[in-house]
């Protein structure tokens, strides 16, 4: 706050000399302080209203004197993997749920969390195999918060409407009054969660599940059936035949790199309160800040405005940091992002995930790119075929076509051939659950099969076989 007044002398000078009608009071990000909690001074969007502000304090408080959920050492070697993903040395593979939930949490007992470890350790083995090094990150152990394109929700057939939903985070899913008041604990119940679900993936990663000398362990239940899980045994045939082959020639294959796994965490920023009290001066260089409520955090397509208070937060943080770009992101937009959150250009600091729909990718993203190209910025390109492509089914579910999300896929993969740029990976929602969520794929899931077990908190999830499926395709489309 101490150098606004003079900034805002000048921009607003800047705009008289200009004959502008409006004033402009914001100064430039780079001349404003930042603190975990600069962005309080910002305009802010998708934000609850809590009705007891003490009491939303007193959870800060606590969480502000609570454990970390990850380490700065760790996402410091999350920007390093990434920035390898931007010059197509690996390839990123980011995954599962939409949202969180607290009542998930509690039926699966942690088998949800395990399972949709399992199939991103084997997309990520499909992906190893035929595309080269994955960086594996879930959606998971803080993917909470939910936007809403609206404030207000109604029920089907019904006069009465309610506030939004905005994921147990924030509030509850029921479909009452007393659900919908936001309530500060439950950034609780969330933290306690995702220190729970972090412990399981630790544990995941580095406790045998991933050991590549035992890759017929690898597998889930319901996707052995399935098409796919006869297309991934093939995998693991070859797998294990290369492995046999390199211990017959003497090569160790008992070394560590193939019996654990780097595994890191990921949500997108919205409910600041929760990010703020989770940041920590790094560990090696205090000078530093980082949010430890997740290796990755983001920026959602709704939440990316230049003068906004998500911008302002993530500026700050020495996270990697993803920025969701759908169809409506100007290009000129895009840059000022990049000089905000990216001032030095770090490699893998900045994550684009493009989220155009299956029709517009062709005709959207490359203006983006080549914005992005002639202004020197080094980012790292994933695509998330999910969001540009949610539909209604005519039986009333929210779903996505499996066919449209491959489409997206494969527009990634030819405009950035196309344009010389790195097609660096894929953000996907997913579930290693057989669910009916999206229709199409090998499963031949249709409209009507959606009844049958649509479980989802928010946006329908690829399931655990329409996943892998996607795995191979892009591996085939990647591959060439
Ligand atoms: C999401 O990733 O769940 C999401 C809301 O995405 P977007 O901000 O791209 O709409
Ligand atoms: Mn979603």
């Known amino acids: 706050p101490s150098s606004l007044p003079r900034a805002a002398m000048v921009a607003r000078r800047a705009a008289a000399l200009a004959g502008a009608p409006r004033m402009v009071a914001t100064p430039p990000a780079a001349e404003r302080v930042w603190t975990p909690g600069s962005w309080r001074t910002m305009p802010i969007k998708q934000t609850p209203t809590y009705p007891d502000q003490e009491a ?64 991103l350790m084997q997309m990520s083995i499909v992906l190893t195999y035929s595309v080269g090094p994955v960086v594996k990150i879930g959606r998971m152990a803080g993917q909470f918060a939910k936007p809403r394109s609206s404030a207000v929700e109604r029920a089907k057939n019904a006069a009465l409407s309610l506030p939004s939903y905005r994921g147990d985070i924030i509030n509850g899913e029921a479909f009452d009054e007393a659900s919908r008041v936001p309530d500060p604990e439950r950034m609780v119940t969330a933290f306690t969660q995702s220190t729970a679900t972090m412990n399981l993936l630790r544990t995941l990663a580095t406790g045998g599940a991933m050991d590549l000398t035992r890759i017929q362990d690898i597998n889930l239940q319901f996707v052995k059936d399935t098409p796919a899980g006869s297309r991934f045994a093939e995998y693991v045939r070859q797998v294990s035949g290369a492995l046999r082959f390199m211990h017959s020639c003497g090569v160790p294959v008992d070394s560590p790199a193939l019996k654990a796994a780097e595994f890191y965490v990921s949500h997108e920023s919205l409910l600041l309160p929760y990010e703020e009290a989770l940041c920590r001066p790094g560990a090696r260089d205090g000078g530093k800040t980082y949010a430890t409520s997740g290796h990755f955090l983001w920026l959602g397509d709704r939440t990316r405005q230049v003068d906004g208070a998500h911008v302002e937060f993530m500026r700050g943080i020495a996270n990697p940091i993803g920025i969701k770009c759908g169809p409506t992101l100007d290009p000129s937009e895009l840059l000022e992002l990049l000089a905000i959150l990216n001032p030095d250009n770090t490699p893998g600091r900045i994550t684009l995930i493009t989220r155009m729909g299956a029709g517009k990718i062709a005709d959207g993203l490359p203006p983006l790119i080549r914005a992005v190209q002639a202004a020197g910025a080094v980012v790292t390109w994933v695509c998330d075929p999910c969001h540009g492509n949610t539909e209604s089914s005519p039986s009333g579910y929210k779903t996505r076509n499996f066919e449209n999300v491959f489409q997206e896929v494969r527009g990634f993969f030819e405009v950035h051939k196309r344009e010389g740029t790195i097609a660096g990976g894929l953000h996907l929602e997913l579930t290693g659950q057989n669910v009916t969520e999206c229709v199409g794929g090998m499963q031949a899931l249709s409209h009507d099969d959606l009844a049958r077990r649509y479980e989802t908190s928010c946006d329908p999830r690829l399931n655990a076989s329409q996943a892998l499926e996607l795995a191979f395709l892009a591996a085939e489309t990647a591959g060439g």
């Open 56 to 119: 939303v304090e007193e959870v800060e408080k606590r969480l502000r004197a609570g454990v970390p959920l990850v380490f700065s050492g760790e996402t410091d070697r999350l920007t390093a993997a990434l920035a390898k993903a931007s010059e197509g040395k690996a390839f990123v593979l980011q995954g599962g749920d939409c949202a969180e939930s607290f009542t998930e949490f509690a039926k699966y007992g942690g088998n949800n969390i395990a399972d949709a470890f399992t199939l």
